[in-house]
Structure formats: structure tokens, C-alpha cells
């Protein structure tokens, strides 16, 4: 059940009025926890059962902590919580990995083992439910918030079915704090939220899968010869597709959120208007980033050991991100490069050049901004690309390393709607840059805005219905 199936048109077509008519708001918080466990059931109970398993033991295992005696015993409880949801997702999502590197590393040493397919299937959604699990049980362990007492409010928390998926990654305090008091869905409200589901499944549908996916799959295949031009556009494509998929969702997310009265962060914020890969990550998966700030870089020192102990924690806190977002070596290059940007980065704008007043000028601006996005997108061919064989061939590619048949590029349609599809995200990115937040939709025109979400509504209408998985389910 995707948000954009006529499957979960139906569900939320069923679950929203009765939600609405429900007086209690204890009344609706079951509805709501309910709703969401048919959701995330009706891919398969069984990951279901898995859910409920870190749901019930983190809930318990916080109350333990914080009726301990002694900090021994608090840190053992932290230490169980956390090691039980880490060795749940090391297991399901990791653990043919491991397989298959050892057997890889044993042919090396001349000790040949036959392939070994353990037959895991990956939960949806455990990176991102992992993530908010371990979030909670460090909080209680640190004070910054008390365990709660009731295991309805953190089974919400855990299971709320805009966010369960694919993000973005809450923290309880911010939840317990919205669900503390009645929340009911308003005019104002249902109707925003509707106008960002709609944007949402736009890009979803017109943006990713019909504008950028059909370029950026037929680059990326493992038997396509590419050349420079295809490499570069292929690449380009990708980028556009994944924020548009993933970006997408997350708008979606927000807006079905604000349905029901409930209001998530933010998670993309015009990442392709970001001048310099530090300031990408600031509007980019911000959910992700900053729980990896608060979680993985700031546990490690921070930049507070000096300085080269602060590059070694970048690094090791991207090379983690590129490892959570997949378990694939190409997905560890790709984090680690992402690492190296932010580290040359910083020692560039330490260094006196750093310093230069041509960065402040509004065209050295727009120049770096066009370099951020390239330095991004060079580095999005180890995301998208399925082996790390095929990302350093198109890696080559794109800086003139030809292999020795390259595939013919056409500029057909495909390629031109491509092309002309980045032009337009990057210049409504950049419009789009100093309104973080959507508290100036309100503010425009009603006129605009149902022009705007008329052609929306028309374009999804009328797209070729290539519909395929949103990108972000895979991990």
C-alpha cells in the first residue's frame, strides 16, 4: 500500500471521515494506531509482529531505565534497547551482506565456498523505525525526556503510518508534545494537507518516474556502454529523480500528517540551492542529517578534540550514513565521498582563501551552488549505480574514459524532457530557497494556487503510469 495506489486512496478514504467523526481524542488515537498497523500489515503481518516486538521492549526497557537504582543498571537497560532494534536491523539487512563479503574474502585466500542465499527479506521501514527507536532510548538514558507511561502514545509514535515507511524520522518528544492535548482536522488544515499530497504525488509520478526515471534507468543498467554525454545526463536524471521520489514521499508524508492534525519536520528544503555540500545536508534528508549530528558525529567528539579528530568523525559518521543506506559497497563510497566533501570543504573555508570576498557576490554564488549540485550528483553514481563495477564505468565515462563500445546517445524525447525537467527544478529550487516551510502557501493568491494544483492534478492525470516503488522503501 503506497500513497500512490488507489489501495491507500480507499484506506484513507475510510480512515480520515470516521477520524473526523470520532469525538474522543482517545477514541481517535486508537483509530489512528489501528489505521496504522493495517497499513504497515498489509505488506506483511509478519513484519508486523517484528514492529510490535521493539515497540512493546523499548517502551518497557525505558521504564526500567528510569526506575533504576544505580547508573550501571540504567546503562545496561540503554544498552539492551538499543543493542536489541540494532541487532534486529544488523540481521535483517546486513547479515546477507556479511555472508557474501566473507565468502568473497575466503576466494581471495584461495578457500572457495558455493554462493549462500540466506532468504532474508528486508522489513519496510526498519532503517527509519530503528533510527526513532534508538532516538528514544538514548533520550531517556540522557534526561532529555521522560519514558512515558503510555504505551499507546509510543506505539503511535512508532507505527504513525505517514512517517512509518520512508520518514521522516520524528523524535518522541516532538510527538508526545503534539498528541499531549486533542488534535482534530480542520478546513485549513485538511486542505493544506491535501494541496502538499497532491505536490507530493506529483513529483512522485510526473517528476520521478516519468520525467527523470526512464533516462536515468536505461544509463544505469549494467550492460549500457555510456558515453561522456549519457553518463553526465544519466546522472543528472538520478539526482532529479530521488529528490523528486523521495521528496515526494516526504511531502506527502507532511501533508497526510497535517490531515490528522498532527505536524512532522521538514525533510527536504531546496537541497539543489545549497552553496556547498555542508549547507546540502542542512536541507537535504534534514531528519537524517541531524539525527546523525545528535546520535553518531556529536557522541564522538564533535570538532571538540582538535581538528583532525573532527575530520576523522565526519568521516566515520558518512561512511555509517552511506552503510545504513544500504548494505553494498557502492553505498559505502558513496558516503565516504560525501565525508571527503565536507572535510575539503571545511579546510577550505579555514584556509585564507576561505576568507575571499568573491564568495559573497551573488554570481560566485549561483557558481558554487551549480558546482554543489555537480559535486552531488558525481557522487550520487555510487548511490544509484547497482555494482561498484558499473559506478566507477560511469565514473570514467564522465570524465572522457570511454570503454570500448559506447552506446549510441540520442537526444531523443526522453533525454530533452530530462534535460528540460532539471532546468525547471533548479530554478524553482532556487525560488524557492529563502521560503523554508510552507506557511507562504497560505499567503499566496487562491488563485495560483488552484491553477497550480490544476496542472498538477492534470499531469498526474494524464502521465504514463510507469509507477514504480518509491526509491527510499529499498532501505
Known amino acids: 500500500m503506497t500513497f500512490d495506489s488507489l489501495t491507500f486512496a480507499l484506506f484513507l478514504a475510510i480512515v480520515f471521515p470516521v477520524y473526523c467523526l470520532l469525538p474522543g481524542w482517545g477514541a481517535r488515537k486508537n483509530l489512528l494506531l489501528v489505521a496504522s498497523a493495517v497499513f504497515y500489515g498489509a505488506w506483511n503481518p509478519f513484519f508486523l509482529l ?98 512515558t507511561r503510555s504505551l499507546r502514545d509510543y506505539a503511535l509514535f512508532m507505527t504513525f503510518f505517514p512517517h512509518l515507511v520512508a520518514g521522516p524520522i520524528m523524535r518522541f518528544p516532538d510527538f508526545a508534545q503534539q498528541i499531549a492535548s486533542p488534535r482534530r482536522a480542520t478546513v ?21 518516474d516519468h520525467v527523470f526515471a526512464p533516462v536515468a534507468d536505461r544509463v544505469f543498467a549494467a550492460d549500457y556502454a555510456a558515453g561522456t554525454a549519457a553518463a553526465w545526463l544519466g546522472a543528472f536524471a538520478f539526482s532529479g529523480q530521488v529528490f523528486c521520489d523521495f521528496g515526494g514521499y516526504s511531502l506527502a508524508a507532511l501533508g497526510l500528517a497535517r490531515m490528522f492534525g498532527i505536524v512532522l519536520p521538514a525533510n527536504f528544503e531546496s537541497p539543489f540551492a545549497s552553496v556547498g555540500i555542508a549547507e546540502l545536508w542542512t536541507r537535504w534528508h534534514i531528519s537524517l542529517s541531524t539525527w546523525l549530528r545528535d546520535y553518531v558525529f556529536n557522541p564522538l567528539g564533535h570538532y571538540r578534540r ?85 559506478a566507477w564505468d560511469r565514473v570514467q565515462a ?69 509507477g514504480q516503488t518509491f526509491i527510499y522503501f529499498q532501505f
Open 50 to 147: 517484528l514492529l510490535g516486538f521493539t515497540t512493546v521492549f523499548d517502551w518497557w526497557a525505558a521504564q526500567r531505565m528510569e526506575a533504576a537504582a544505580s547508573e550501571r543498571v540504567r546503562r545496561a537497560w540503554m544498552w539492551a534497547a538499543v543493542g536489541a532494534s540494532l541487532a534486529i536491523l544488523g540481521f535483517f539487512k546486513y547479515a546477507q551482506f556479511l555472508a557474501n563479503t566473507a565468502i568473497e574474502w575466503m576466494a581471495l585466500a584461495g578457500i572457495t565456498y558455493q554462493p549462500l542465499d540466506l532468504g532474508i527479506i528486508l522489513p519496510l521501514g526498519i532503517s527509519f523505525y530503528t533510527f526513532e527507536s534508538v532516538s528514544y532510548i538514548v533520550d531517556v538514558y540522557k534526561r532529555r525526556v521522560g519514558a
Open 188 to 208: 485549513e488544515g485538511t486542505l493544506m494537507g491535501l494541496y502538499l499530497v497532491v505536490g507530493g504525488l506529483f513529483l512522485k509520478i510526473v517528476g520521478a
Open 306 to 390: 582538535g581538528r583532525s579528530r573532527g575530520y576523522l568523525n565526519v568521516m566515520i559518521t558518512f561512511t555509517a550514513c552511506g552503510f545504513w543506506h544500504g548494505a553494498a559497497w557502492h553505498f559505502v563510497v558513496w558516503g565516504a565521498l560525501h565525508g571527503a566533501m565536507l572535510v575539503a570543504e571545511r579546510m577550505l573555508k579555514d584556509s585564507p582563501l576561505g576568507a575571499w570576498r568573491l564568495w559573497a557576490t551573488r554570481p560566485a554564488r549561483v557558481a558554487l551552488a551549480l558546482l554543489t549540485f555537480t559535486l552531488f550528483t558525481l557522487a550520487v553514481v555510487f548511490f544509484r549505480a547497482p555494482t561498484l563495477a558499473v
Open 398 to 466: 564522465m570524465f572522457g574514459v570511454l570503454p570500448a563500445k559506447v552506446a549510441e546517445f540520442a537526444w531523443n524525447g526522453e533525454a530533452k524532457t530530462a534535460l528540460v525537467g532539471l532546468i525547471v527544478m533548479l530554478a524553482v529550487q532556487a525560488w524557492l530557497k529563502p521560503r523554508r516551510g510552507w506557511d507562504w502557501l497560505a499567503e499566496t493568491p487562491w488563485f495560483a494556487r488552484a491553477v497550480l494544483l490544476a496542472l498538477m492534478l492534470i499531469a498526474i492525470v494524464l502521465s504514463p503510469g510507469r
